[in-house]
């Protein structure tokens, strides 16, 4: 893809990080040189292991990441876990939202005012997660 310096400086949040499309995102995105965080739609098990793995293909990319295992329906755990996130990485610069219809999206957009919220089609492919938010970028 790139030499990794292509979004150097760069923060996005995945919501969603622990599917197919998320995990792509990530990595895409730690690969042109973004920080990223990824959090969960679910606080499960499942959610837990497979963000976390995400997380450490970031760290073997030798990127700087967070994972944030988190129910993103209930939006005061989001808004409290996303002011952490950037108070732990800095401001995001997009948020990139995989299953808006599991998110409390209203409360992600007051946690982060003033930030691109790009709110992903559910069947995306994840070569279209990526192309949609580095339009963003």
Same mark, same amino acid.
């Given at each position: 893809?790139?030499?990794?310096?292509?979004?150097?400086?760069?923060?996005v949040?995945? /919501?969603?990080?622990?599917t197919p499309?998320?995990?792509?995102? %990530?990595l895409?995105l730690?690969?042109a040189?973004?920080t /990223?965080?990824? *959090?969960?739609l679910?606080?499960?098990? *499942?959610a837990?292991?497979? /963000?976390? !793995?995400?997380?450490?293909e970031?760290?073997a990319?030798n990127?700087?990441g967070? *994972?944030?295992v988190?129910?993103a329906?209930?939006?005061?755990?989001l808004? =409290? !876990?996303v002011?952490?996130?950037?108070?732990?990485l800095?401001?995001f610069? =997009? =948020?990139a939202v995989?299953?808006?219809? !599991?998110?409390?999206v209203?409360a992600?957009g007051? %946690?982060l005012?003033?930030?691109?919220? =790009?709110?992903?089609p559910a069947d995306s *492919?994840?070569?279209?997660?990526?192309r949609?938010?580095?339009?963003?970028l």
């Amino acid at each position: 893809m790139s030499d990794g310096g292509e979004l150097r400086g760069r923060r996005v949040l995945v /919501v969603g990080g622990e599917t197919p499309p998320g995990r792509a995102l %990530a990595l895409a995105l730690a690969e042109a040189g973004a920080t /990223v965080a990824l *959090a969960t739609l679910t606080n499960s098990t *499942a959610a837990d292991f497979a /963000v976390n !793995s995400a997380l450490n293909e970031l760290w073997a990319m030798n990127r700087e990441g967070l *994972a944030l295992v988190i129910d993103a329906s209930d939006g005061e755990q989001l808004r =409290v !876990s996303v002011e952490r996130a950037e108070r732990e990485l800095g401001r995001f610069d =997009v =948020v990139a939202v995989l299953r808006a219809e !599991s998110v409390a999206v209203e409360a992600l957009g007051e %946690a982060l005012p003033g930030r691109e919220i =790009v709110l992903l089609p559910a069947d995306s *492919a994840a070569a279209e997660c990526v192309r949609l938010v580095m339009e963003k970028l």
